[in-house]
C-alpha cells in the first residue's frame, strides 16, 4: 500500500480552475514511478467515477465529461499527480480521490479525498 494524500480542494466559482495536488510522502523514486495513477471523483448520489489516469510511460486518458477541460500529470521526481481543472462546471462538485495501481502486487492505494466545490 502507498500512502497518498490529496490537497488542492475548494470552493470555486464556475468558470474557475482549481489545481488538485496527490503527493506519496513515504514512497520512492523507484517505487513511485511504475505505478499508474489515476483520478476519481464521487458526487452527491453518485457512484464513484474515474475521471483521468496517467500511466508509467506518461500515457493519459480522461473521461467523456472532462476532456478538454481536465488535465492530469504527474512528476516523478517530486512522487506527486496532479488534477489541473479548468472550465469548471457545477456538475464537476464532487470529492475528488487520487489512486495509485502497482502492476507488480495487484493493489490499488487510495487517498482520504479532498472537496471541490463549484458554484457562487
Known amino acids: 500500500q502507498v500512502l497518498l494524500v490529496e490537497s488542492g480542494g475548494g470552493l470555486v466559482q464556475p468558470g474557475g480552475s482549481l489545481r488538485l495536488s496527490c503527493a506519496a510522502p513515504r514512497a520512492i523514486f523507484s517505487t513511485f514511478a511504475p505505478l499508474t495513477m489515476t483520478w476519481h471523483r464521487q458526487g452527491p448520489g453518485n457512484e464513484r467515477e474515474m475521471v483521468a489516469s496517467v500511466t508509467s510511460d506518461f500515457s493519459t486518458t480522461y473521461a467523456d465529461s472532462v476532456k478538454g477541460r481536465f488535465t492530469i500529470s504527474r512528476d516523478n521526481s517530486r512522487k506527486k499527480m496532479y488534477l489541473q481543472m479548468d472550465s469548471l462546471k457545477p456538475e464537476d462538485t464532487a470529492v475528488y480521490y487520487c489512486?495509485?495501481?502497482?502492476?507488480?502486487?495487484?493493489?490499488?492505494?487510495w487517498g482520504q479525498g479532498t472537496q471541490v466545490t463549484v458554484g457562487s
Open positions: 489512486a495509485a495501481f502497482s502492476r507488480e502486487s495487484g493493489t490499488t492505494s
